[in-house]
């Protein structure tokens, strides 16, 4: 009787390191996509806004998983200690402890993280409308632990700063410079580009200039003579002052056509 008893850990074990294979899978593969990728595969069918949904709250998703994939690893480990104790006594701790070491993370994390990367838009296909009942099932505790991570995220903000713009920044950047490197991107493009993901960073402070070395043009600037001071500056729109900068009255445009208003 007692060895029908042991035979039945193994399922068990075994059904928990699936579950926490999926739970690691599916932070890989959901956290892996990107608007891109989702957009054009066809592979997440009819799921794809629901994914789309849960990526809307990516901090409650993964407190989901997260949670989830703790339980299951402690309720494996837990299981496999008693075993252990059972059979070998306090020695059985040590086994327990390397054995599920090295199962958790072969089966639990390595594998199913690696094919994940490869069939992301698959996995969170699977895995989403599984992830969306585990967000309402678990919703206490998901409450609970994301109100303590916002509130330890806005702490660590106050220690290092927040670092997380400027580096999506810099790497969209770089990933324009190498666009351009492989001819994706022309040169002008890829300057363009380049030049507008900086300028998110740039304040008024950084690009305003002094009143008296702004150039503007009179009112009564005649029209041919405006056009040229217009062309040779190269602004397409341009301040109309009266009385010497003191008051601006409109911005003059110039248009494909060499017009002036």
Known sequence: MESVQHLLYIPIIIVLLLFSAFFSGSETA?????SFS????????????LIKSLLRNPRSLLVTILFGNMLV???????VTAFAIRMYGDKGIGFAVVLMTFSILLFGEILPKSIALKSSVTIAAVSAPVMRFLMTFF??????????????VEKS???????????????LATA???????????????????NLLLFTETTVKEI????VDVFMLEVNTPFSEALIEVKNHGFSRVPVQKHHQRTCVR???????????
């Open 139 to 152: 919703m206490p505790f998901r409450v609970i632990l994301t109100v303590l991570a916002d509130y330890t």
């Open 73 to 79: 690893n402690i309720a494996s480990t837990s299981i």
């Open 30 to 34: 959901f956290f892996s996509l990107s």
């Open 251 to 261: 911005a003059g445009e110039q248009e494909g056509q060499g017009a002036f208003r």
């Open 176 to 194: 324009v410079e190498a666009a351009h490197t492989e001819g994706v991107f022309g040169e002008f493009e890829k300057e363009v580009l380049v």
């Open 208 to 211: 305003l200039v002094p009143r």
């Open 157 to 171: 903000k106050d220690l290092f700063g927040d670092v997380s713009t400027k580096y999506r920044v810099e790497e």
């Open 38 to 49: 989702l957009g054009t595969s066809m592979k997440g069918g009819r799921n794809r806004e």
